[in-house]
Structure formats: C-alpha cells, structure tokens
C-alpha cells in the first residue's frame, strides 16, 4: 500500500502569507494527487487534482506543483476563509489520504 | 447541483448490523463510480470502498474487507453500505463521495457511526 507522509501538521500564519503544504508519497504516484480541504463541520472540498489542476470555482490563489513522490500545496496569498485542515489523497494505487494539515491564523 | 445526502448512521452495539445510504441528486448517477470515506473522531480520511458504474466492480479497504458491503440501486440513484461485524475502530462519520474519474470530485455531509457497548 501507498504511504503518504504529509507536513506539517499545523501550521499559523497571517493574512497575506504564502502557505505551503507538503506531502509525500512511499513510491512514484504518477501526479495522481489531490488536495481537499475541510472547514470544520463540513465535508471535504476538492481543490486541486491530478497535481496541478484546479477544480471549478477554487480561487485562483490556490496552487499545485509536485511530481514523483513529492507535492505540494500552495496558497499565494493566505484569506481569513482559508482556515480550514488540508488533506492530500493519492490516486495511484487505489486511495491513501495524508494525515492532514490543520491551517490557524496567526 | 449535485447533491449526496447519507442517512442510517448512529449508535450500534460491536458485533452488529447497520446499513448507511446516500441519496444522489443533480447528475447521472448510472454514469458515476461511488465511494464511502471515514473519518474518525479527530483523525484524518480513510477510504473505505467504492463501487463501479454498473456494480460490477467493487473494492475495499483490507480491514473491513469480508465485513463491508457497497453496493448501489441505479434505478432508486441510491448508494447503500452493509457494515456487519461492528468494531470499535469503526467508529467514524461516513462520507459518501462521487468518483469524477479516480478523484473524489462531490461529498455527501457525512453521518455518524458509533461503536459501542
């Protein structure tokens, strides 16, 4: 089974930051990775698959880079509304979720 | 607007029965693979099964593998999950998702699963 690794945890910052998210995989998954994110409450969100590919409606702020077994996850400018945990899923090899980035602001 | 709304979740002694469902709305549903995802009580996502246009195909994570069920009703646009053998660890929110390809593109609310004596 895929491993993935995500980091950090938990991660503050401030409006108008530029915030990154990591994940790793435990072998090469081919840019078959998305990015969710989940407000408290509600259900996952997708906002990025395949690596790099926006979902309708998702800010542009939001971006995806990544290949072989590394991702990430950026927000260019950090909006009060961005508070939310993160989650990367591979797609790869069946479905494996990283453990989850939880995003405060500073 | 698509639109996944779960129900039969609750409290279930371990070792017994429950069936979740997930009404779809806003789309083709015959046209779309169909998952189940958890989340345990401050932890993160796990996936859990997912099913075939058709039905024909189904997979599942090892650890409820012989215990689960997913099957759907393309007919009623309902997608259904059989969970027998409760365990504590099953202990979850159950998301029902859409498969837009491999990726989990529309998730239902969730409903809660809890195990215990």
């Known amino acids: 089974d895929i491993q993935m690794t995500q980091s950090p945890s938990f991660l503050s910052a401030s409006v108008g930051d530029r915030v990154t998210i990591n994940c790793k995989a435990s072998q090469n998954i081919n840019k078959y990775l998305d990015w969710y994110q989940q407000k408290h409450g509600e259900a996952p969100k997708l906002l990025i698959y395949?690596?790099?590919n926006l979902q309708t409606g998702i800010p542009s702020r939001f971006s995806g880079s990544g290949s072989g077994t590394d991702y990430t996850l950026t927000i260019s400018s950090l909006q009060p509304e961005d508070v939310a945990t993160y989650f990367c899923l591979q797609h790869s090899s069946r479905w494996t979720f990283g453990g989850g980035t939880k995003l405060e602001l500073k | 607007e698509v639109q996944l709304v779960e129900s039969g979740g609750g409290l279930v002694q371990p070792g017994r029965s429950l069936k979740l469902s997930c009404a779809a709305s806003g789309f083709t549903f015959s046209n779309y693979g169909m998952a189940w995802v958890c989340q345990a009580p401050t932890k993160g996502l796990e996936w859990v099964a997912s099913?075939?246009?058709?039905?024909?195909?189904?997979y599942y994570r090892d650890s409820v593998k012989g215990r689960f069920t997913i099957s759907r009703d393309n007919a009623k646009n309902t997608l259904y999950l059989q969970m027998d053998s409760l365990r504590s660890e099953d202990t979850a929110t159950y998301y029902c998702a859409r498969h837009g390809g491999t990726v989990f593109d529309y998730w239902g609310q969730g409903v809660m699963v809890t195990v215990s004596s």
């Open positions: 395949n690596t790099n």
């Open positions: 099913i075939s246009t058709g039905g024909g195909n189904t």
